[in-house]
């Protein structure tokens, strides 16, 4: 088994990491560049080249290999206009100096770009990119892919599909153990897309943005507690059934988590075991206290900075939510006999059951949570939310 693991940026951080045989890779980025990576800047570590070149160089010192994440989702076409396009040209030749192990990347033509210009970097294939079918996975192999990072909102739990590309593919497969989107997410592009515009310099909202999409996962999930379930999560005592079909590198996350909460996670999937509540190390935000959170930029006002205080209170609603991993044993047994791109939730009832059995949360937690929640979303909805400047469009 290998494990793939955020960087915090601390050197200390990772001499703990060396404590776990299993973690081989560590991944993270800058968090404001001309491309940009998956994350708002408000959320990552504040670091900038230097640190993070001498930090990379440290990594590999250590025996780690680093994955340098440009997996922006969207660039605003401004990837194909002369200024901008020279720029991610020489921040792609800034990174290709860091030499480092593995480049994450999401848009097809900066992966082109990178195959033509800068071919001794390894590719790997980010989620965002959304590599749901044998097909997509076989396209980016073909564009010189040596990795392939599988979303966690489906195909992740679709052993036929897994199968279907470990027996087809050369590459290098990942899932993700820990992150919990939801199945089939709606949001899911959306996000992407936001998180990316959120990382990059040149966009108006300055490395912060309004996480509509975190909020409205938390009113889903705490309205219909089965939804966790049904997320894309790997109990520590599972990982056997992904090795036992050949696919055995794991990706932890996430970015924003402090040192102390990736360690924890580190941990539990490093020793294959988990006694108490999965909620403590699945992507839930529940745990506030172990991320990082910056509720808007400082040259935000202060009725922009207060809205974002409200939204980052529904997302880390519902903070007592107990999910107890010892009643889930046998869950992915069952789970991998269904096929649940075709059979109706309702209809199947088998998440359901592993809900009613296995999730507490406490009647005022979750009237806390819903509460705040369904007041954002209407203040994000009504259009209270928004300020209008002198300026119309």
């Known amino acids: ?57 440290q990594a590999q010192r250590l025996g780690l290999k680093f994955n340098y994440l440009v997996n922006t989702a969207c660039l605003g076409n401004r990837e194909y206009t002369g200024d901008f396009h020279h720029a991610i040209i020489k921040y792609l030749e800034w990174v290709a100096e860091q030499s480092p192990d593995m480049v994450t990347v999401t848009i097809p033509f900066i992966g082109q770009l990178m195959k033509r210009q800068f071919p001794a970097l390894k590719l790997c294939v980010g989620k965002y990119a959304n590599v749901d079918s044998l097909e997509k996975a076989k396209f980016w192999e073909g564009l010189g892919a040596d990795e392939v990072v599988i979303p966690d909102d489906g195909p992740s739990r679709d052993f036929k599909l897994l199968r279907a590309m470990r027996t087809n593919l050369r590459c290098e497969i990942q899932v993700f153990a820990n992150l919990a989107c939801l199945r089939g997410c709606p949001f899911a592009n959306y996000h992407a897309n936001l998180a990316s515009h959120g990382s990059q310099p040149h966009e108006e909202a300055g490395g912060a943005y309004v996480d509509s999409c975190l909020v409205n996962c938390k009113n889903i999930r705490v309205k219909n507690p089965v939804e966790i379930i049904k997320s894309g999560w790997i109990r520590p005592e599972d990982l056997h059934h992904y090795d036992e079909i050949g696919i055995t590198k794991f990706k932890l996350v ?29 992507c839930l935000h529940t745990r506030r206290t172990e991320h990082r959170f910056v509720p808007g930029a400082k040259s935000m006002g202060p009725t922009a900075r207060e809205n974002l205080r409200q939204m980052g209170d529904a997302i880390f609603a519902a903070e007592k939510t107990f999910i107890d991993n010892q009643k889930l044993e046998g869950f992915f047994n069952g789970l991998k006999k269904i096929d649940c791109r075709y059979v109706s939730c309702e209809k199947c009832g088998y998440c359901e059951k592993f809900a009613r059995k296995a999730i507490t949360i406490s009647a005022s937690d979750k009237e806390e949570a819903i509460r705040r929640s369904d007041l954002f979303l209407g203040k994000l909805t009504s259009s209270e939310l928004f300020e209008q400047s002198d300026n119309t469009l």
């Open 1 to 57: 088994m290998v494990l793939s693991v955020p960087t915090t940026w601390e050197n200390d951080y990772l001499l703990r990491l060396k404590e776990y045989p299993s973690v081989e890779w560590v991944y993270g980025s800058v968090p404001t560049e001309v491309i940009g990576s998956g994350r708002q800047a408000s959320l990552l570590p504040a670091v900038g080249r230097d640190q993070a070149a001498d930090h990379i160089k």
């Open 254 to 282: 996430d970015r924003s988590l402090n040192a102390r909460g990736l360690l924890k996670r580190v941990k539990a999937y490093s020793e294959r075991k988990y006694e108490g509540n999965l909620a403590d190390i699945i």
